[in-house]
């Protein structure tokens, strides 16, 4: 697929009951390098909020620090996105609802990250 996966950060972090919540923005970041050693030909942003900005991009992702809700930047990603073809990494039964809007498809955080 190419295209634009955006990646609920604290969504897909959250999924996995690991002790993140003890350094969310190390969270971020293992998942960040996570999602950078799955490779092809679609861009990748994953989408950060709260105590996880300030996480770096890297090659093959780029990290988007939400200056508000993370939800909320979701939906602007995938509203500027449309036309490329869209797929948006959550749980969240309602942020599916708002970016299905835009015609965005929607994946659950096991598709980026299997459970342990």
């Keep these: 697929m190419a295209g634009v996966l955006i990646v609920d950060g604290a969504n897909v972090v959250g999924s996995v009951p690991d002790g993140w919540w003890r350094d969310r923005r190390g969270a971020a970041e293992r998942l960040r390098d996570q999602l950078a050693r799955r490779g092809g030909d679609e861009e990748i942003v994953l989408v950060v909020e709260g105590a996880a900005r300030g996480?770096?991009?890297?090659?093959?992702?780029?990290?988007?620090?939400?200056?508000?809700?993370?939800?909320?930047?979701?939906?602007?990603?995938?509203?500027?996105?449309?036309?490329?073809?869209?797929?948006?990494?959550?749980?969240?039964?309602?942020?599916?609802?708002?970016v299905r809007a835009y015609g965005a498809e929607c994946v659950g955080p096991r598709t980026v990250r299997p459970a342990d």
């Design 55 to 98: 996480v770096e991009s890297v090659p093959g992702v780029r990290v988007d620090a939400a200056p508000g809700n993370g939800d909320d930047r979701i939906v602007e990603l995938a509203a500027a996105h449309a036309d490329r073809g869209c797929v948006v990494v959550t749980a969240d039964r309602e942020l599916r609802e708002r």
